[in-house]
Structures are given as C-alpha cells and as structure tokens.
C-alpha cells in the first residue's frame, strides 16, 4: 500500500504538534517535590510522556498509593495548568499543514494521553474547538498502547486500520499504532529521539513537521 491511499491522519498533541515537553517535565519535577518523592531524571520523565496521567505516574513511582497518587495528580495538574496560562506553542508548519491536510481531504483526528479538560482548553485556546473529526484524550479512553482510543476514532470516521497513520514522538504511540494494526510516523523533535522509536518500525521519521505534508504529496 503506497501512503496516497490514507485517508484519515492522527495526531498526538504534546510533543508532535504542541511544543510542551519542557512544561511536562517541569511539571512532573514539582509534582514530585511537592509530594515527597525523589525527583526522576528528565530522560525517565520524557520516557513517560504519551501514557495517561495516572499510568505515567504509577511508571515513575511503583510503590506510589492511591491516595499518594490523588495528590501527586493535584500538584502536577496545578502547576502544569499555571504554566499552561499562555499555551504552549504549536511546533512550525503545524497549522500550515493541518489546513492543507483538511483542503486535501482528510479526516484529522488527535489520541493524546492528556485529559479531556486538558485537551479541549488547549484547543479552545488554538481555535480549534471543532477542528478535528474527533479528539480521544487518555481518561475517557483506554490509555496508550492500548488501540481502543484509535479503534474509536477509526469507528467514528469509518475507515480501515490500513487507511490510517498515527503520528507521534514516543513509543507509546508507535506501539498503539501497531496494535491497532496502523501505520505510524515518527518525529524526531518530541520526547523521545528517533533512534529510540525506529524498533516500532514507523514508515518514515521526520524532523519537521512540514516533512509529513511533502511525503503524502509525493504520491498524489
């Protein structure tokens, strides 16, 4: 199957369209001191990011306890939604590309381990309150790599696994593209580095966003 015959693209958001990996990680850091946990390192921090909140905290902190974790939850919430007053900024050629993608015709869809409230504030925040075909956030869903966020999204815009492509910046997203039996495309500029994302197997890796949009086109 050559990638001309996709007609639904998927996005993760933090990370492959919004530049706020820092701002997760910062926040991951306070929320951890704040809590009384030994602060992880950045890399372990970035190695999270993709899963659901909880999922990821329980990652970094095995032994954490529920009632640890509704704390932990608190503080990171608290002072990644201060950080995120002024939203993080979409990576270049991001809007470019979305509305060249839409002007072609395909459906947009995002699968972000952010929450729904999160989601829809930075959405509201862009403009895009009614952008996408469908939006799929970790707590109304199955966390990533688990497919049930991209088997719903597939179900709502009636399109084959084989007429999709997941695009993201961690392996969980990789992962989750092949469970659902996807195609995927790495990027290179997020949380994780590309070498680290090459084992799922992506059908390309790109280092700027705009790089997606000139590989489609190729084929049309």
């Not at 950045?42 to 640890?68: C, H, N, Q, W």
């Not at 469908?134 to 999204?153: G, V």
């Not at 392996?171 to 799922?200: C, I, W």
Request: glycine letters at 6%; charged letters at 25%; a negative charge.
């Amino acid at each position: 199957m050559s990638h001309r015959d996709y007609k639904l693209l998927i996005f993760d958001w933090d990370g492959t369209l919004a530049n706020s990996i820092g701002r997760i990680v910062e926040s991951m850091h306070m929320a951890s001191t704040r809590s009384g946990f030994e602060l992880r390192s950045d890399f372990a921090v970035k190695g999270i990011i993709g899963l659901g909140l909880p999922e990821a905290i329980r990652t970094l902190y095995p032994e954490i306890s529920e009632a640890e974790l509704v704390a932990f939850r608190e503080h990171y919430a608290d002072h990644y939604t201060a950080l995120e007053a002024e939203p993080s900024p979409l990576f270049d050629g991001v809007a470019q590309s979305l509305q060249a993608f839409r002007a072609e015709g395909y459906h947009l869809a995002v699968a972000t381990g952010k929450s729904r409230r999160g989601l829809d504030r930075v959405l509201k925040a862009h403009g895009w309150d009614d952008y996408f075909d469908i939006t799929r956030a970790a707590d109304e869903t199955a966390s990533k790599p688990h497919p049930l966020m991209l088997e719903q999204i597939l179900a709502h815009c009636g399109v084959s696994p084989r007429q999709a492509l997941m695009v993201g910046d961690a392996s969980f997203d990789l992962m989750m593209a092949r469970n659902a039996g996807m195609d995927s495309v790495a990027v290179s500029y997020g949380a994780q580095a590309a070498e680290a994302l090459q084992r799922y197997e992506p059908r390309l890796t790109i280092d700027h966003f705009s790089e997606l949009q000139a590989w489609l086109n190729r084929a049309r």
